[in-house]
């Protein structure tokens, strides 16, 4: 390991950063502070602050014509330094890589592993040669890159830095403002309004100028920028505000004797600038600004809101709102196709993180929803692009789910009415798109922020009760369980599919959003409805039986989904038993048992939900036998994890979301596929499986690897704990295949070769399973003996 000795930097991205900001907020009120702000800057930026100081200093003056000089060269340095930041971070990441990719090559014998030792060192010479050469080269281009940069410090902001900074970045959109260019327009509402009446001149006339093409940069600058503060906080200034106001304010007038093209210039803004003589590339440029600018206009993070829209889409949001319901726009959803392809092209330049507001974001969603609300809708780009949009603001999407938000028509049935449309459609993308409305709920479930999380607890109780809803729906005619079950047609093994054939990447997001909540589907049901406790931290929410049974037989129905899920589920199961052996944690059997109800109650649920799902379905074989299989799977892969799992974990039992341990990945990603004859009265019922071999069949031993697994877990845990009383000489002992020289010295052998032998000499699981069951006294080993027992009487009913 220690071969590997990387290049490093003094640069510190995170003071660069500030500096950057620093000088960007500074910028509008330097008056002959130059020289105070450069000096705080030298303090931190290294390897090329010699060269920041003096041509700041130089325009430090208290004259008007030096202000405005050392004000563009703040900007202008706060560029240069927040990219060279950049830089620094892109360096560094790269070194993580290589040095990350040396430990894995030198943990794995450089892939040479059982090989002679001098096959193996050579194999480590190249590889160490290749780590080299990579590091060198980055350090290289960020040597260059500081060069660069310093150069670019030290000259200022002439024409020509300027120039050179936009072909590599596209303008600054300050630079503009500030650089003094008579043809450039001033950042307020006169400034906006005038690019947007010289812009329909344009349009009318067919013609779009160099210079007026260079005005629009403005606007997408500004887009960019306000792009920028949705992620970090922070308001346009009130100039920039101002001249969006002002450019929409004109964009959205219907001119009153305009020809009918031009009087919506706004949504007829594609189709005008189709007729134009601007080339392929520069009517993007166009629509991506208008479409940027537009974004920017309706967020309140950003200083602006649905107030500034222009009116048509301020009636829609007013609509959905409630606060002009009996007036839905006409042709609502013709206007929004239209301004889909200016979000596209916003997307191709550099915008494709751009956020709605809330207000907006929400109804475009619901305006989708209500165009593709059947299952049998054709596929429509326009939607997808809108919806691919609507779902970024993640605050608008947690409204529609939770129930904050609401509309007029359907009042508290307003999630259902976006989920049937969002969800009830086979996308011909699998749901990918669709799948962004909850996608993001599993990573917020687990921040660190408690109103974040709070925000995805809400979302998460939505998604799971509405979907599962079998109550008479007043404006449907099925109930939402029933429709997300059965009303996708014939599908594959299904006539009447569920929506985890219909949409696999939205069952798919399903999985991934019920994992963070899956001590709550399997803590022991207590009766009663479901039911949302914002206020308790440690218990959010309390899922019905029914509701969890019906929730994972949803996600049952999609290939993914069902790994993804019964693959956490079982790490989940054997993380949670890996503290059997500890006192303090389970200091007798009721608290053991307690934990094996919990666990087997959500093993039960892949089982409940697996068997449902394929009930009407066409299978080919047992039923039977592939649900054996299935969990024979789940078994190995969360083995696998588990010793990950445990060690990342200082406390599992009693957390209050023990799930965190599934924000890691598996390190260990198996898919096997035992391909082989099976019992399901073997492997469950009876609780035993015969060995490989035994009655000339190979045989899936699901129930039996799970044993191992638990065991093999708990064996690990106790290896981590003082006076547990086992040890790698213990083990050793009792067979030296259980104890492996690694790299960090003697370690428990890895459950993949345990659990797949290479060799036919190699350990058999289930003999490894005695061996651990020994290292513990008889009451430790009595309570693990029923723990499993009482698992496996839980799943089974």
Known sequence: MSSFVPPTT???????????EFLQAS???????????????TSTAVEFSELVAA?????????????????QAAVYGSTITGQWAGHVREFNAEIERLTADWAAAVAAQFGKAGEPEPVIEAAGVAKLQEVN?????????????????????????????????????????????????????????SGGEALARDL??????????????????????????????????????????DFLSGFYGVMGTVG????????????????????????????????????????????????????????????????????????????????????????????ENGLDDMQAGRELSAALTLEVAGTVGNAFDPGDLNATTLLDASTRNTEANAGLLSGAIQTPVYGDRTDEFVLRGVFGHQWADDGATAARLVDWIGEDALSQDSDVRKQADAAAFGLFTTMT????????????????????????????????AANPAIALSMAKTAVP?????SEVDSGGPSRLSLWDEDTPMYLGQQTREDFVELIMAGDQAREEFGQKAYEHVIAEASRLSDPALFPDDAAALRQAAESGKLMSLLDTGFAKVFEDANMDGDLATTEATQHANWARAGAAAAKEVVMDLPVVKGASRALNILARQLTESFKWTPGVAQSYDFIWEKGTAPKAGDLGAIWDNSKEEFDFGVYHAIVDHALMTDGSGVTLDGLQGADPRLVVDGANGPQLETTHRLLHPAHPDDLDYRDATMHFRRQFDQVTQDRIWKYLQDVHDHRKG
């Open 10 to 20: 003094k640069a510190n991205p995170a003071a660069l950063d500030a500096e950057a």
């Open 27 to 41: 910028s509008t009120r330097i008056i002959g502070r130059g020289t105070e702000i450069l000096g705080e800057m």
């Open 55 to 71: 041509p700041l200093m130089r325009e430090g003056g208290l004259s008007l014509d030096a202000s405005r000089g050392a004000m």
């Open 133 to 189: 050469a990579a590091a060198t080269a980055a350090h290289n281009l960020l040597l260059d890159r500081a060069k660069e940069a310093g150069s670019s410090l030290a000259g200022g902001p002439t024409p020509a830095n300027l120039q050179a900074l936009a072909a590599a970045t596209g303008p600054s959109w300050m630079a503009y403002n500030l650089s003094g260019d008579p043809a450039l327009i001033p950042m307020d509402a």
């Open 200 to 241: 329909r001149e344009a349009l009318a006339n067919g013609t779009v100028p160099a210079p007026l093409l260079q005005r629009m940069q403005t606007l997408q600058d500004i887009a960019a920028k306000a792009r920028d503060l949705q992620a970090a906080g922070g308001m346009l200034s009130a100039g920039e505000r």
């Open 256 to 347: 009153p004797n305009a020809p009918a093209l031009q009087q919506e210039p706004l949504y007829n803004l594609p189709e005008l600038v189709s007729y134009t003589d601007l080339g392929a590339g520069q009517q993007s440029a166009v629509l991506a600004a208008v479409g940027g600018g537009l974004l920017a206009l309706s967020d309140k993070r950003v200083g602006l809101g649905s107030a500034f829209l222009p009116p048509s889409l301020r009636n829609l949001v007013d609509y959905h709102f409630g606060v002009n319901p009996a007036e839905k726009p006409p042709a609502t959803f013709e206007n929004l196709a239209d301004l889909a392809p200016m979000i596209r092209a916003a997307n």
């Open 469 to 500: 809803d079998r109550s008479a729906a007043p404006h449907w005619d099925q109930s939402a369980y029933e429709f997300f079950t059965d009303s996708y047609g014939q599908i594959g093994k299904f006539e009447a599919a569920p929506i985890g």
């Open 517 to 521: 909540y899956l001590d709550f589907f």
